[in-house]
């Protein structure tokens, strides 16, 4: 179903090093994704990404899309590709954490209820409609709709969020399955989503289920693992992605969804995850907080005021190679939208660096080396 190919190239252990090929781009894995949750990466254009950063593949939101500017807007101007001049490839999320997370949304078994954060007006989302939705957003993978529960959470409300998320899967399926029949989401790779909280035998009845499911010889072309990074302790994520991934198909990408810290990337690639998304690089980067080979730089320091250094010498990033701590010390503290800008195309050429020098250390059967020499550098600084 679609144009998504995925081969397996290389292991290491639990790691793997693979390709996506979808109609837009070709994406070596492991990968992680800058989130441009309403179809731009904050504080950054199609220049910068093209010529600085050179993602294969960034996320968007049905949600913030669907509310603003609508996807029948994003529709007529071309799609996501076309609106935005972003013609690399593009996985959107269900819009299920969003409506999920908002204090009013209420979940029944056809879908979410949840009202508007920008005008209070009431929608409600089904499997069918979040899947039209991206139709017309023209993503190159979709997300289906699932049933996100807070945690902790009682036992009997986590049999009804996956009893649910593979009913919303199935009938998300049948319903791509149909609309490509009538010439609609050719180019489109759907993706389901594994919940089941934190306690392995329910991971394993998702899991199977979802991998289980099939309509007309036609099944996912990937499988996430959603619910996770919400407040848990690390090591406790880092065992269910372990558990978990054991049921997941082998021929198939996997995404880790919402993670996270590098830490949270080598851990999760060493356990077997493909895909990454994170708010994370350009948030911290707006907050003062840089990411180094050496750990974490808080830029707004007194320390830095005048120091000639650039935030990473061992970065070939855009701002690394043309400007110091200091200036972007004095940005900072000035509030200038400029500091943004070159703080995220550092925070995220290091993410994609990192997974590039990842890939090469999986190719290379050196992983576990990698993984000992990235703590190593933490420590020493």
Same mark, same amino acid.
């Given at each position: 179903?679609?144009?998504?190919?995925?081969?397996?190239?290389?292991?290491?252990?639990?790691?793997?090093?693979?390709?996506?090929?979808?109609?837009?781009?070709?994406?070596?894995?492991?990968?992680?994704?800058?989130?441009?949750?309403?179809?731009?990466?904050?504080?950054?254009?199609?220049?910068?990404?093209?010529?600085?950063?050179?993602?294969?593949?960034?996320? !968007?939101?049905?949600? $913030?899309?669907?509310?603003?500017?609508?996807?029948?807007? /994003?529709? #007529?101007?071309?799609?996501?590709? !076309?609106?935005?001049?972003?013609?690399?490839?593009?996985?959107?999320?269900?819009?299920?954490?969003?409506?999920?997370?908002?204090?009013?949304?209420?979940?029944?078994?056809?879908?979410?209820?949840?009202?508007? $954060?920008?005008?209070?007006?009431?929608?409600?989302?089904?499997?069918?409609?979040?899947?039209?939705?991206?139709?017309?957003?023209?993503?190159?993978?979709?997300?289906?709709?699932?049933?996100? @529960?807070?945690?902790?959470?009682?036992?009997?409300?986590?049999?009804?969020?996956?009893?649910?998320?593979?009913?919303?899967?199935?009938?998300?399926?049948? $319903?791509?399955?149909? #609309?490509?029949?009538?010439?609609?989401?050719?180019?489109?790779?759907?993706?389901?989503? @594994?919940?089941?909280?934190?306690?392995?035998?329910?991971?394993?009845?998702?899991?199977?289920?979802? /991998?289980?499911?099939?309509?007309?010889?036609?099944?996912? #072309?990937?499988?996430?693992?959603?619910?996770?990074?919400?407040? +848990?302790?690390?090591?406790?994520? %880092?065992?269910?992605?372990?558990?978990?991934?054991?049921?997941?198909?082998?021929?198939?990408?996997?995404?880790?969804?919402? /993670?996270?810290?590098? +830490?949270?990337?080598?851990?999760?690639?060493?356990?077997? *995850?493909? =895909?990454?998304?994170?708010? =994370?690089?350009?948030?911290?980067?707006?907050?003062?907080?840089?990411?180094?080979?050496?750990?974490?730089?808080?830029?707004? !320091?007194?320390?830095?005021?005048?120091?000639?250094?650039?935030?990473?010498?061992?970065?070939?990033?855009?701002?690394?190679?043309? %400007?110091?701590?200091?200036?972007?010390?004095?940005?900072?503290?000035?509030? +200038? *939208?400029?500091?943004?800008?070159?703080?995220?195309? $550092?925070?995220?050429?290091?993410?994609? #660096?990192?997974?590039?020098?990842?890939?090469?250390?999986?190719?290379?059967?050196?992983?576990?080396?990698?993984?000992?020499?990235?703590?190593?550098?933490?420590?020493?600084?």
């Amino acid at each position: 179903m679609g144009d998504l190919k995925f081969s397996l190239l290389a292991t290491d252990g639990k790691a793997r090093h693979g390709k996506i090929e979808t109609a837009h781009s070709v994406i070596e894995t492991p990968v992680f994704m800058p989130v441009g949750t309403v179809g731009s990466i904050k504080g950054l254009d199609t220049v910068d990404l093209n010529e600085y950063l050179k993602p294969e593949i960034i996320l !968007g939101n049905t949600y $913030h899309l669907y509310l603003r500017p609508t996807q029948k807007i /994003v529709e #007529n101007m071309g799609g996501l590709h !076309g609106f935005t001049g972003f013609k690399k490839s593009f996985l959107t999320d269900s819009g299920g954490f969003q409506a999920f997370s908002l204090k009013d949304s209420k979940a029944d078994d056809g879908g979410i209820h949840f009202k508007s $954060h920008i005008d209070g007006s009431k929608h409600y989302f089904t499997p069918e409609g979040v899947i039209d939705i991206q139709n017309s957003l023209g993503s190159d993978i979709m997300m289906v709709l699932d049933d996100l @529960i807070a945690l902790p959470a009682e036992e009997e409300r986590i049999i009804k969020s996956i009893e649910r998320t593979t009913e919303w899967a199935d009938r998300s399926l049948k $319903h791509h399955t149909e #609309n490509r029949k009538m010439g609609r989401g050719l180019k489109q790779n759907i993706f389901a989503i @594994i919940q089941g909280g934190t306690t392995e035998k329910y991971r394993e009845i998702s899991a199977t289920e979802l /991998v289980g499911l099939e309509y007309e010889g036609h099944s996912f #072309n990937g499988f996430a693992i959603g619910g996770l990074s919400v407040g +848990e302790p690390n090591e406790l994520m %880092y065992s269910t992605v372990e558990f978990t991934t054991e049921f997941m198909p082998k021929d198939k990408p996997r995404y880790l969804m919402g /993670v996270g810290t590098p +830490e949270d990337l080598v851990e999760n690639v060493y356990r077997g *995850i493909d =895909m990454f998304d994170c708010v =994370m690089p350009t948030r911290n980067a707006r907050n003062g907080t840089l990411f180094t080979t050496f750990g974490r730089l808080s830029i707004k !320091g007194a320390r830095y005021r005048e120091d000639k250094d650039p935030i990473d010498s061992n970065c070939n990033c855009y701002t690394c190679q043309n %400007y110091s701590r200091g200036y972007l010390n004095h940005l900072f503290r000035a509030k +200038e *939208i400029t500091y943004g800008r070159l703080a995220s195309i $550092h925070n995220l050429y290091y993410y994609l #660096n990192l997974m590039k020098e990842i890939r090469g250390a999986i190719k290379e059967g050196r992983f576990e080396e990698f993984r000992r020499e990235f703590y190593r550098k933490r420590e020493s600084n």
